[in-house]
């Protein structure tokens, strides 16, 4: 039977350079991800305190309206149906249709926009759900969102403020529409049906996607999977010992 040659470790100057790069590199990735990890938690059971606080009055004006983000509010004033916007693209129970937002005029404070909830495209018109079109005052009760620094993504759709449809919110553009000194708060209303059944409120999302202690350890593993083909590249077979010259015997033989 042949013999298994032996195999030692003999590693190479730039696949050693390379693969410690790339090492760095992923641990460095998965250690940025635990920060986010720890980040996305902290931010996670800020929201879910502010979620568990029962509805609060939203004040006529506030130092900072960031700080509203995620509160349960009640808003009371009068909408402004005639300034109604259609917003984003989504399909429900197999029909797509957007939200409504619908300007609401405050006796007490400034204007804000009320993201009234899902309609289905055939009945984006007014006039096909006058049932759901409140007049008066009315008490909204909903989530406040802050939009004073929204960024388009890179694959949004452009808002056509001259059709009323927006799928980012542009909140300079919304106030040159509308005419409106409009507050940087949106307000989701909730569940609450409306008249008719239309617009379908509720539509919040409060949950956060968490995918950081995942996406830590891909990057870990990619590094130790690095460093196992660098170590199996640098084994190499040592050379066989070449056999003594034939004739030559032992000494004294």
Known sequence: MAAIPKAS???????????????????GLGSWQLQRLGWKEALIAARA????????PLPANAPDWQAFDFRKVEVTGSFRHDLEQHFGAR???GR????????????????????RGWVPED???PQTRTDGQLAGLVTIHGIARYRGADRPGWFAATNDPARSRWFTYDLPALRARLGLDLLPLVIEADATPNPGGLPQGGQTVPELANNHLHY??????????????????????QPA????????GRPFD
């Open 9 to 27: 470790f003999r590693p190479s100057l730039w696949p050693t350079l390379a693969t410690l790069l790339g090492i760095a590199l992923l641990v």
């Open 49 to 56: 305190a502010k979620l568990a606080a029962p509805p609060a």
């Open 91 to 93: 399909a429900e129970g």
């Open 96 to 115: 797509l249709g957007h939200a409504i937002l619908t300007p609401l005029i405050r006796p007490d404070g400034p204007p804000l926009l009320v993201d």
């Open 123 to 125: 009945r984006s018109e």
């Open 216 to 237: 830590a350890l891909t990057w870990y593993a990619l590094a130790v999977a690095l460093l196992a083909v660098y170590v199996a590249f640098s084994r190499r077979p």
């Open 241 to 248: 010992a070449e056999p003594a010259p034939a004739g030559r």
